[in-house]
């Protein structure tokens, strides 16, 4: 006789924190704890449009 499989239980939710999945005492983790992201976005604000983010790789290719 067939019998349904168990549902699953394992599931946390559809969105969940991220921080929470990673080894937070692996190296490359605690290294991006101490950078200063802030500087690296005001750098690189220029590089991007306010409103739609970066130009589409077609149009730097093309030259458009």
């Known amino acids: 006789m067939y019998t349904k499989p168990a549902p699953r239980t394992d599931q946390r939710s559809l969105f969940f ?22 500087v690296f976005e005001e750098s690189f604000k220029g590089l991007y449009c306010a409103d739609n983010g970066r130009p589409s790789r077609y149009a730097v290719w093309s030259g458009c």
Do not use: F, G
């Open 17 to 38: 924190d991220l921080e929470s999945q990673l080894n937070q005492k692996h190296p490359l983790y605690l290294l991006a704890n101490k950078i200063a992201w802030a």
